[in-house]
């Protein structure tokens, strides 16, 4: 687990910010130093005149807090989920920025998602409480969603190789073990979006002294678009990759492009179970996804090659892929589907 410096807990106020920014917060909400007696925005934790600890005395300051208290990239934590159609004033949104460390337009851009979105990733489920009691104070309504709950690593996503759709029922064949069969009526949710994947590799020279110079670099992207099935009472779901997966059953309807045999099942299959509910939002709001769930990256070197006489170049490949980022969205899709259902 990773702390931001409390000295640099607020962005928006040490850095250079337009003037309706500077006194987000109103008077009575300021906490006052008790060393120069200045008056300090309720989300700093220390000092911006003298750099005195502050008194923990505000909910907005111990949200700060437990907003640093950033978890590191797979460890398990807490996400904060904002619910979609609350209502938000600009004001509380410039507030509510400042607590979550995040700019105020982009998180403009995630109240007007109409989608509910993650807004933080606590720690703790004690952190996320604190930030989601410092939301509540402007009226934002948030649902805290542990990654346990997700079991994203406890059921791992089932890829499928094909599929055979019948008048009355699907099979789906998985990589790995036996097809299953499905009733139309049994499959609820399709959730469809591309995964994007980037390569970058880059060549240097190793030099005497472990300066390196740029030799050649290069970049290529490619994309590909995903399918997520989920039926009743199944938290894991069904994944279809348009690149890698046979669509011989299509027979004489089967085109030479993965593209258009995707589009061509995807009709198929909402024809085929009215009931179940259609989500493609996800690439709409991937940008506001990447501020608190990132898509990561993995770096492996290619090792050292020798050009010449005592020169050397190393290769080094990094590859950033959205897939565990959509995985993360999908399940929570599935998760909040399946809790509206209880409610209701």
Request: proline share 4%; glycine share 4%; with cysteine.
């Amino acid at each position: 687990m990773s702390s931001k410096d409390p000295n640099d807990l607020l962005f928006a106020f040490d850095s250079s910010v337009s003037p309706s920014e500077l006194h987000p917060f109103a008077p009575g909400e300021m906490v006052r130093c008790e060393e120069c007696l200045r008056a300090n925005s309720p989300t700093r934790v220390a000092c911006l005149y003298c750099g005195a600890a502050l008194p923990a005395t505000s909910v907005k300051t111990a949200a700060v807090q437990a907003a640093a208290r950033t978890p590191d990239q797979g460890e398990p934590a807490f996400n904060l989920i904002l619910t979609s159609g609350s209502t938000i004033s600009d004001d509380s949104i410039e507030k509510a920025a400042a607590i979550l460390r995040l700019n105020a337009n982009e998180l403009t851009r995630i109240v007007q998602a109409e989608v509910a979105l993650p807004v933080a990733r606590a720690a703790s489920h004690e952190d996320a409480e604190e930030i989601k009691r410092a939301l509540l104070e402007f009226g934002w309504q948030t649902q805290i969603v542990s990654d346990e709950s997700l079991a994203i690593e406890s059921s791992p996503q089932r890829r499928l190789r094909t599929v055979e759709i019948h008048p009355d029922h699907l099979v789906v064949y998985p990589t790995t073990g036996e097809e299953k069969h499905f009733a139309w009526t049994d499959l609820n949710l399709l959730i469809s979006a591309r995964i994007f994947t980037t390569q970058v590799e880059v060549k240097e020279r190793k030099r005497r002294g472990g300066s390196n110079s740029l030799l050649d670099s290069s970049e290529t992207t490619a994309d590909e678009a995903v399918l997520d099935l989920y039926t009743q009472n199944d938290a894991a779901g069904w994944r279809i990759l348009a690149n890698n997966f046979d669509f011989s059953f299509l027979s004489k309807a089967k085109s030479l492009v993965a593209g258009e045999n995707f589009n061509f099942l995807l009709r198929s299959l909402r024809e085929h179970a009215p009931a179940a509910e259609f989500d493609d939002t996800y690439v709409g709001v991937r940008r506001s996804l990447e501020l608190v769930w990132p898509s990561p990256q993995q770096k492996s070197s290619r090792g050292w090659r020798r050009e010449r006489a005592g020169k050397y170049s190393t290769n080094e490949l990094a590859v950033t892929t959205n897939e565990s980022q959509f995985t993360r969205y999908s399940r929570l899709r599935r998760l909040l589907k399946s809790a509206a259902k209880v409610a209701s």
